[in-house]
């Protein structure tokens, strides 16, 4: 059982930065495949990027690539999302997921990961 807890979201203004934490529980961090999603209201949950078991990293939508940074710490538990020159669009709940058998291929297939945190708001406002 691994317990996910998201942190660093708030408001911020555009072209501000941010970052994401997850925490997990557990001692087989670095067995996770783990993926950020965004939901914003009245969309459907977005892939934003995952990093699998391997540490291979995949990008979710074009709008992330090159602002947004994946990374994990496997030494802390905590998997990172650095976000920079942020939009309004990027205005979501954003949630962390894990999963020890979600294959590299299939990162952003949401319905592969049974454990998710319980997000956290990032608001950009202009």
């Known amino acids: 059982q691994v317990q996910l807890v998201e942190s660093g979201g708030g408001s911020v203004q555009v072209g501000g930065s941010l970052r994401l934490s997850c925490a997990a529980s557990?001692?087989?961090?670095?067995?996770?495949?783990m993926s950020w999603f965004r939901q914003a209201p009245g969309r459907e949950r977005e892939f934003v990027g995952g990093i699998s078991r391997s540490d291979g990293i995949t990008y979710g939508a074009d709008s992330v690539k090159g602002r947004f940074t994946i990374t994990r710490d496997n030494a802390k538990n905590t998997m990172y999302l650095q976000m920079k020159s942020l939009k309004p669009e990027d205005t979501a709940v954003y949630y962390c997921?894990?999963?020890?058998?979600?294959?590299?291929?299939?990162?952003?297939?949401?319905?592969?990961?049974?454990?998710w945190g319980q997000g956290t708001q990032v608001t950009v406002s202009s």
């Open positions: 997921a894990a999963d020890p058998n979600v294959q590299s291929t299939r990162l952003s297939f949401s319905n592969d990961y049974n454990y």
């Open positions: 557990g001692r087989t961090f670095s067995r996770y495949a």
